[in-house]
């Protein structure tokens, strides 16, 4: 950070602490008090640490500030205050924790009753969060004799702030074994216990999200701490065979069937409350969750989104199950009636007068979460409740409703593609035993597998799932062609779940069971469910299909004259994964460039084109052999020589601006011969025309090449006339003549013949009297 390397300008907390008088609050009104702290000044530090300057922070976090101050600066000291204290500076941690007196007025906020101030909370929680991090076991020393303080923290625990505490509070502890003696305390105060009476419907609604939130991460963090312990256990080859890894006694109470009972008993004993059924199957959702490994997630997305992972069983998997299975009549018995909501006023609602709610959806969540364990148990519970049924008329009522159909589709798609295991029945190799010291992760095949599979016997032949596909289907077919009408919301979800039975019926765990039951089947249905996959499904399942797109199934790219069609063909029987491999594999050619879009020259109508492209760039060969580049430039210098002499030097070497002053007398010179050659009888029309010519044919009467022997200036005429002079022509046939003749030019021979004649020079032995017009701007010749 910037102020631990005191890169800091000179501050005025020096000057202050200087003075003997000077008190907390005139030291807190500097802005970078917060910031002198942070980089450890030691005059600061001294001043702090002080017995009464610790009473008065302490008093500031812990008492909230007169109403009769504005409002602006009414919580500034306490706010810097609590920075101050929660710097982590050692000395200042130390000063606290051994003064039971600071320790028993900061602890003193938490017997306020409820509601707390958010903001006091939020600074009375970041204090002692610091000192509990770094200060553990003479925290613990000071909190183990002290009572009631967890029924405290817990009675608070709707605020935020208090919540996130006892979090770091069993979590945030460097020391590892401070942190287990903590964990200890907690669980011999029957912390988890008090904490799952939070969801009972005598508490009130506010406590049951911020218990169930605090439960879920209580879980989840205890869960990975242990699993990096295991892992840094096993890479330092430090746990010898037989030796265990401790797992905190915490995540061991909330794993064990008995809390799962109790919160189970808070949630169904009682009247029903929907708050707490809802928060409560949330922790019962988290205790079910299984965190796979990374690349079973990543390999091969299709194949894990189709088909269905195999379950992992673990004790804790194996307790919530064993719990649940005497409750599910009484989560089926939700699901058909539902609690109702105590609202004040009729409230309007605009897509179904009927609302599914959010307690039958939790309830559905929990369903899917069940099955996906595999356990043939609760698959024979289900069974017997006929709750299939219902889901699928749920699904049907609420077309709205995709939440819900997507767990109705996944309940389809766990009975179709898992295979039952007796996952009650004792581990053919590992002994399950509660709150135990390892963790235990059983695959399916350590688990014995189910020899009936009731559940899929009562959806394919009791419950005839694909009749009630078809119906369902009939039923969007006809509100389609109704005036108005549009189509339904589960017709998604409903072609998967066709698309499950297709599927598993070929390939999978179940498929000589499925084919078996639909040969069960009528008959007559059994047609009607091949038509209906041929007609509607495979149709539907085809439209839906995205195949990547390659360099082949693009148009090949054809000439003009080529009458070919331009519509890309897709071949159908490419297998998605070779054209997903062949895509990333290929390398961007030549050829492949070309084929993709379209080519330069079909941008452009070939009226627009001035020339024809070239189809191919000139290749020019050079020469390698030395010699040859050495008769190459001998012969370049030969002709140079032949076109230009040598220009001698003066003896003050160049001078610019007498060149440039020669220049511009020859021009005026060639300006004045042209005004007088101009015959005056030309016309302004053709006083234009010879203008224009003159203009576009201007050439420098200066040769930078030659030289005067005699004046030693460089002169800008040649010594002859490049042009060659005809005999004056008339008036009359000065517009038909007055042009360029190359006739006479010989371009093989350019050192030894005058290149072009022109027919309007007046005379052919000087060159300023070249009818030339001089131009405005000077021409520098360099």
Known sequence: MFWRFNNMCTTNIDNLLNDEDVTLQRLMDEDDIIQECKSSNRKLVNFLVKSEVLHELVSLVTKEPSTQTAEVVRFKYNNIAAELLSCDIAVINDAIVTDDVLLSELCQFICNEPPLNPLMASFFSKTM????????????????????????????????????????????????????????????????????????????????????????????????MHAQNLANEMSTEQTHQGETVEVDPILCALESKAMVDRLLGNMLDSQICESSIVHGITVLLTLLEVRRPPQLLS???????RFPPDPVVTSCIRNTVEALIPRLKDFHQILSQPPQEKNEGDVAVSACNK?????????????????????????????????????????????????????????????????????????????????????????????????THCLLSYLMIDMCIVRRIMDAWELNDQHEIQQGGHRKGYMGHLIRMANYVMDFGKQGKNAIRIQELMQDLPEELRVRWNNFVENKVTPAIRNNEIIPVTSHMVAPRVSSDEEESDL????????????????QMEVMTKPIVTQFGFADSQFNDSEDQLRPQPETLANIALPQDGDELTQQSELFEQVCNERMHTRPKTLDGD??????????????RSSENASTVRP?????????????????????????????????????????????????????????????????????????????????SPSAGSAENLPLVASTEPKFIS
């Open 568 to 583: 890309i063909r897709v071949p159908k029987d490419t297998a998605a994964q070779e054209v997903f491999a062949e895509y």
């Open 680 to 760: 005056e009888f030309v016309s302004d029309e053709e006083n234009t025309i010879a203008d224009v010519a003159n203009d576009s044919m201007d050439i420098d009467s200066l040769d930078p090449w030659a030289s005067d022997g005699d004046s030693g200036i460089p002169v800008a005429a040649d010594a002859g006339n490049p042009w060659e002079s005809v005999p004056t022509c008339s008036a009359g046939e000065e517009e038909e003549q007055s042009w360029a003749n190359f006739s006479k030019a010989d371009f093989d021979n350019p050192a030894g013949t005058t290149p072009m004649e022109v027919s309007d």
């Open 355 to 451: 609302p599914f709610g959010f307690v039958r959806l939790q309830v559905t969540r929990l369903f899917a979460a069940l099955i996906a364990t595999g356990s043939s148990e609760v698959q024979n519970e289900l069974a017997s409740l006929h709750t299939f049924p219902l889901l699928l008329d749920m699904m049907v009522e609420f077309s709205h409703n995709n939440f819900l159909h997507a767990q109705v589709e996944r309940s389809v798609q766990y009975v179709l593609g898992l295979e039952p295991i007796d996952l009650l029945q004792p581990s053919t190799q590992l002994t399950v035993n509660d709150c135990s010291l390892r963790t235990e992760h059983r695959t399916q095949s350590e688990q014995p597998t189910s020899s």
């Open 129 to 224: 969060a610091v000192l509990v991090g770094r200060k553990a076991e003479k925290m613990l020393q000071y909190l183990k004799p002290k009572e009631g303080f967890l029924s405290q923290l817990l009675k608070h625990l709707g605020t935020s702030a208090i919540m996130d505490l006892v979090l770091k509070l069993v979590t945030c502890v460097e020391n590892k074994n401070s942190r287990l003696e903590i964990a200890q305390w907690l669980y011999s105060e029957h912390f988890v216990e008090n904490l799952l009476g939070l969801l009972s419907e005598k508490t009130e609604t506010d406590l049951h999200g911020n218990a169930a939130q605090l439960l879920c991460d209580l879980l989840r963090l205890l869960r990975d």
């Open 299 to 305: 390999s091969e997305p299709e194949v894990y989104d």
């Open 655 to 668: 001078d610019d601006a007498e060149d440039n002053e020669t220049w511009l007398q020859s021009r005026r």
